[in-house]
């Protein structure tokens, strides 16, 4: 399921503008719009650090995957233009003498170092099957809404084609947590069946040939064996 919503997702993607510097980004970067919700993000961010992490961060799974997912779109964002900018400075139309690019690399950098920090908090915290699921979710939602409100890629598809997208990131989620779900299935089932296995008792022959030792006596001492596994043997040798 989740191959099927990605492959979904990438036929159905839309075409990137071709931009020619990094000056191109950061008038995307600096619209009223994508500026709304930059300042929206760091609001948040800042009351989930000094608000709710003291009070519920240990205790509620979506404070610590909230700022990573916040910090992640952010960082997603910042990586593509500077990859853009990298990219065309390779090709001889160098972009580093712009400062715009050291911003970039300066954002992205922060927003790593934070969402590498709150992320191996809610692991340390929480369950892995629990954090990864909701992470997933809240960060590709977030990504999403950021690359639609600063590249605007989404303003000439038509109505199928993005509930089409969107169909593909519900079969993407719906992978996502099922595959999690049934990893811990898995992994009780075979820990419950190797447990109860170790347990067995030992049959007579093998029992046998472990109390013979170096051939001197095949009897065996009633105190050195447990309980359980001697009855089974003395009910094989009466029989």
């Known amino acids: ?87 065309l400075t390779f090709e001889g139309k ?26 191996n908090m809610a692991l340390d915290t929480f369950n892995t099957a629990v954090v990864s699921p909701i992470y997933y979710v809240l960060f590709t939602t977030l990504t999403i809404l950021a690359s639609v409100i600063m590249f605007k890629d989404r303003d000439g598809q038509s109505g199928g084609t993005i509930a089409t997208e969107i169909c593909g990131f519900v079969v993407v989620l719906s992978g996502t947590i099922l595959l999690h779900a049934t990893k811990d299935f898995e992994r009780s089932s075979s820990f419950r069946g190797s447990s109860s296995s170790s347990y067995a008792p030992l049959s007579p022959s093998l029992y046998t040939q472990l109390c013979s030792g170096n051939g001197e006596s095949q009897k065996h001492d009633e105190g050195d064996v447990p309980p359980s596994e001697y009855l089974s043997v003395r009910r094989q040798e009466l029989n």
């Open 1 to 87: 399921m989740c191959i099927a919503g990605s492959v979904i997702i990438v036929i159905h993607a839309p075409k990137e503008p071709p931009i020619t510097s990094v000056l191109e980004i950061w008038s995307m970067a600096t619209q009223p719009a994508f500026l709304v919700y930059v300042g929206s993000v760091v609001v948040l961010i800042f009351i989930l650090v000094f608000h709710f992490t003291p009070r519920c961060g240990h205790s509620n799974v979506l404070v610590f995957t909230g700022i990573c997912s916040l910090m992640g779109s952010l960082s997603v964002m910042s990586v593509k233009a500077l990859g853009t900018s990298l990219k």
């Open 94 to 119: 160098n972009q580093l003498i712009y400062p715009e690019s050291w911003f970039f690399m300066l954002v992205v950098a922060t927003c790593v170092i934070i969402q590498m920090n709150y992320h």
